[in-house]
């Protein structure tokens, strides 16, 4: 990419600020305040937070009632559809009178219902090979006695998923009416979707107290926005027919909305869904700290008491039901709706699959209480292959101890500590200085102001050196990933066959939670900032596969056509032809791999990184709910900078390419 002549002026203070850095010889010479920021000029913000989150949540009276009693009643209603979701899957209902002994008892759905009642979604969804997988998947909760914290799971989801659809529907409608309002939520929506959700979890620990309800909440705040900016993205492509349709028919705004324009985006709205499913999916785990419980729980405790084979079995539980929740929603998305004339035949012949599953949770009620193994998978039966984990992991350190370790202290030695020391010696003034000339030679002073006061704010918050060290994982996270994800994208676009297999491994990979990407690298190369960056690679080589295998199949036919008859080889035609056009996707890919190291680095505080996301975990352990805003914020600025940069490069090569600008992704 040619960068235009009129914008090279713009490098010079890159020029400037690398001539300074090559002046000084050595880091010694380096004055002080240059190479550290200054204790004195930090700005105590996440003190300040402390207190301002202290005062609302112990001194605010609002007058009826205090803030925190405002809090808790609000914390009691959505407790009271948790409750009853988890009852119905997990735990059942009780009803006492005045003695301590429940005058009713009702057990939840036996194994069997619910394993049924899935499987009977998932056909109507998607068929017979989908329902199959799903009733296997669902009988490994039961056979490996993972039974019980696997419905606390899906009931915790379930009841995240629903407000996050709520939520998110009432903003992204509400950003569709108003572009103003649309202008304001959409930096909320960058923050909150880069902002790591250890710091949604100590304001909402302060304010909700310690439990599953505080978990909840924090996912709910976590998954939410991907709905908005798909209900907003979604209304503004229903076709203006539609909308006109709408209006000659008579409706209020209300019942347009509703009636009209929200069934029309039906399929995107429910890509959406999807996504809310998968992100919280991705944060059971995490809020199990903070007494979530389910499958999260087990495979926290499992893996912090390094009990690997107890890990495995919870994390490929929570793989499992991802997958499952995964293709029935991708299903349903894509199934077009059925519209039949209304007949003379019954309701159980028109809607069989409704009758079988009212049959199904009958008969299991019916029968649990004669026939044990209908309402509960018995004892005797279920398996356990912890143990077989555990002697894997401690076979390989007995007997390749000495290659893992080697194959670790090399990369260890020769690229994280270089790199690393490299990013904390860099002086600060000169990072902010080369941000903000970069962002002004690719897209104006805008995105350089952007970039000059997100890269302050974090020196003035105190935390520059663990920005550095955040950066300097991320940054080689995707450098890695590129250059593994790459080639693959290549030959899958070049090969069918490759395709074939590529796409099958991404979108399977694409389904697993962020967490389970740890248990194998800690299961190999213990704790530490390598397993942390093997974890980011994993989790961030698929959108490096995906945007270039994407990028080179879709170039235009005649272009590839004329460079056939032109008698180029197929290195000279991907090298300077494929390649070159693909550039933007490419860019674009790299964006993607950007966003997810950063969403892996989040997590790995959990194996011992030094960074923003460790300070953002040990806020959590303090109940410091200041630092943890603070540190996630910087997170937040780190990710939003580098996502402006590269997206204000790849529309630039595609300016200078002559390629349409990309259309706005959904999410």
Same mark, same amino acid.
Request: net charge positive; no cysteine; hydrophobic share 55%.
């Given at each position: 990419m040619q960068v235009p002549q009129r914008r090279l002026v713009h490098l010079a203070p890159l020029a400037l600020a690398l001539g300074v850095t090559a002046w000084l010889k050595s880091w010694e010479e380096i004055p002080r305040w240059v190479k550290y920021y200054p204790r004195d000029w930090k700005v105590p913000a996440d003190k300040q937070l402390d207190a301002l989150f202290n005062f609302f949540a112990e001194e605010v009276d609002l007058g009826l009632f205090t803030f925190k009693e405002l809090t808790r009643g609000f914390a009691w209603v959505i407790e009271r559809l948790l409750l009853f979701v988890q009852g119905v899957f997990a735990k059942g209902f009780e009803f006492y009178g005045d003695a301590m002994t429940p005058w009713l008892v009702i057990p939840p759905l036996s194994w069997v219902a619910v394993t049924g009642l899935f499987a009977i979604l998932a056909y109507w969804a998607s068929g017979r090979a989908l329902a199959i997988l799903v009733a296997v998947f669902f009988a490994y909760f039961a056979v490996f006695d993972l039974w019980e914290n696997a419905m606390l799971t899906l009931a915790s989801v379930f009841v995240a998923v629903l407000l996050g659809i709520a939520i998110g529907v009432a903003l992204g409608a509400l950003g569709y009416r108003s572009r103003v309002f649309n202008a304001i939520l959409t930096p909320i929506y960058d923050i909150m979707q880069t902002t790591p959700i250890w710091s949604y979890l100590v304001p909402v620990l302060v304010f909700f107290g310690f439990g599953p309800l505080a978990g909840l909440l924090a996912t709910v705040v976590f998954a939410m926005p991907p709905m908005a900016r798909v209900t907003t993205l979604a209304l503004q492509r229903v076709p203006a027919n539609t909308s006109d349709f709408g209006d000659m028919a008579g409706c209020t705004r209300r019942q347009k909305m509703w009636l009209v324009m929200l069934p029309s985006a039906r399929r995107s709205l429910l890509i959406g869904i999807n996504q809310v499913i998968m992100l919280s999916l991705a944060a059971v785990i995490v809020a199990s700290i903070i007494g979530a419980g389910g499958l999260g729980a087990d495979v926290y405790r499992a893996l912090t008491a390094l009990r690997i084979g107890d890990a495995v079995e919870a994390g490929l539980a929570i793989t499992l039901l991802a997958i499952a929740l995964d293709r029935i929603s991708q299903g349903i998305a894509m199934r077009r709706p059925v519209h039949e004339v209304e007949s003379a035949r019954n309701l159980i012949r028109r809607h069989p699959l409704v009758t079988l599953a009212l049959a199904l949770v009958v008969a299991s009620a019916v029968l649990g209480p004669f026939v044990p193994a209908v309402k509960s998978f018995p004892d005797s039966l279920t398996i356990s292959t912890g143990d077989v984990w555990n002697d894997v992991v401690k076979w390989l350190n007995v007997n390749h101890h000495e290659t893992i370790g080697g194959f670790r202290d090399f990369f260890i030695i020769h690229l994280l500590k270089p790199v690393k020391l490299f990013f904390i010696?860099?002086?600060?003034?000169?990072?902010?200085?080369?941000?903000?000339?970069?962002?002004?030679?690719?897209?104006?002073?805008?995105?350089?102001?952007?970039?000059?006061?997100?890269?302050?704010? +974090?020196?003035?918050?105190?935390?520059?050196?663990?920005?550095? +060290?955040?950066?300097?994982?991320?940054?080689?996270?995707?450098?890695?990933?590129?250059?593994?994800?790459?080639?693959?994208?290549?030959?899958?676009?070049?090969?069918?066959?490759?395709?074939?297999?590529?796409?099958?491994?991404?979108? *399977?990979?694409?389904?697993?939670?962020?967490?389970?990407?740890?248990?194998?690298?800690?299961?190999?190369?213990?704790?530490?900032?390598?397993?942390?960056?093997?974890?980011?690679?994993?989790?961030?080589?698929?959108?490096? +596969?995906?945007?270039?295998?994407?990028?080179?199949?879709? +170039?235009?036919?005649?272009?590839?056509?004329?460079?056939?008859?032109?008698?180029?080889?197929?290195?000279?035609?991907?090298?300077?032809?494929?390649?070159?056009?693909?550039?933007?996707?490419?860019?674009?890919?790299?964006?993607?791999?950007?966003?997810?190291?950063?969403?892996?680095?989040?997590?790995?505080?959990?194996?011992?990184?030094?960074?923003?996301?460790?300070?953002?975990? *040990?806020?959590?352990?303090?109940?410091?709910?200041g630092t943890g805003v603070v540190t996630g914020l910087g997170i937040a600025c780190l990710v939003i900078v580098s996502d402006r940069m590269i997206t204000a490069a790849s529309v630039l090569s595609r300016r200078h390419l002559g390629l349409a600008t990309a259309a706005p992704a959904m999410a």
């Open positions: 010696r860099l002086p600060w003034p000169a990072v902010i200085l080369v941000a903000v000339t970069l962002g002004y030679a690719l897209g104006g002073w805008r995105l350089a102001l952007l970039a000059g006061l997100l890269l302050t704010g +974090i020196a003035l918050s105190g935390y520059w050196k663990q920005a550095m +060290i955040s950066l300097y994982l991320a940054t080689l996270g995707v450098l890695a990933s590129m250059l593994i994800g790459a080639p693959i994208g290549v030959a899958a676009a070049l090969n069918r066959r490759v395709d074939r297999v590529v796409t099958v491994i991404i979108d *399977t990979l694409q389904t697993l939670p962020t967490f389970v990407y740890l248990l194998p690298v800690v299961m190999l190369f213990a704790t530490g900032e390598f397993p942390a960056f093997v974890a980011i690679v994993m989790y961030a080589v698929l959108p490096a +596969i995906r945007y270039t295998k994407h990028g080179i199949a879709n +170039i235009p036919r005649p272009i590839i056509e004329a460079t056939d008859l032109s008698g180029a080889t197929r290195m000279q035609k991907l090298f300077q032809v494929q390649i070159p056009l693909a550039l933007p996707d490419i860019l674009l890919g790299v964006n993607q791999v950007l966003m997810m190291a950063f969403g892996m680095l989040v997590i790995t505080a959990l194996v011992g990184t030094r960074g923003l996301e460790q300070e953002a975990l *040990t806020s959590l352990a303090k109940v410091r709910p």
